[in-house]
Nanobody
Framework: VQLQASGGGLMQPGGSLRLSCVVT????????MAWYRQAPGKQRELVAH???????HYADSVKGRFTISRDGAENAVYLQMNSLKPEDTAVYYC??????????????WGQGTQVTVSS
């Protein structure tokens, strides 16, 4: 299973960006998809988590500004980021977990996409 993320870039404070991540490969199911980020000198942190069932979870720092969404038909997850702040600057990683054809769990990461918020 491979994840390919895209959509990062440089944006001014207050602007918007939309990240995309597509899951490819052979699997039985995708049970959850999420976005994480890692700023320089900091640990990787959860930004948003979307399980196949249950509530979507957002980090307090992005609530009301970021929206995670999924496209089941395309095996994709998106992160709409509005009202961007300089502190949102980080490398953003998509993550997906699921089951393979033998019902064994898998957990895969995308390669990361840089988001820089600066004037």
């Amino acid at each position: 299973v491979q994840l390919q993320a895209s959509g990062g870039g440089l944006m001014q404070p207050g602007g918007s960006l939309r990240l995309s991540c597509v899951v490819t490969g052979t699997f039985f199911s995708i049970n959850a998809m999420a976005w994480y980020r890692q700023a320089p000198g900091k640990q990787r942190e959860l930004v948003a988590h979307s399980p196949i069932s249950g509530e979507i979870h957002y980090a307090d720092s992005v609530k009301g500004r970021f929206t995670i969404s999924r496209d089941g038909a395309e095996n994709a997850v998106y992160l709409q980021m509005n009202s961007l702040k300089p502190e949102d600057t980080a490398v953003y990683y998509c993550n997906a977990r699921g089951l393979d054809s033998d019902y064994v769990g898998w957990n895969s990461w995308g390669q990361g996409t840089q988001v820089t918020v600066s004037s």
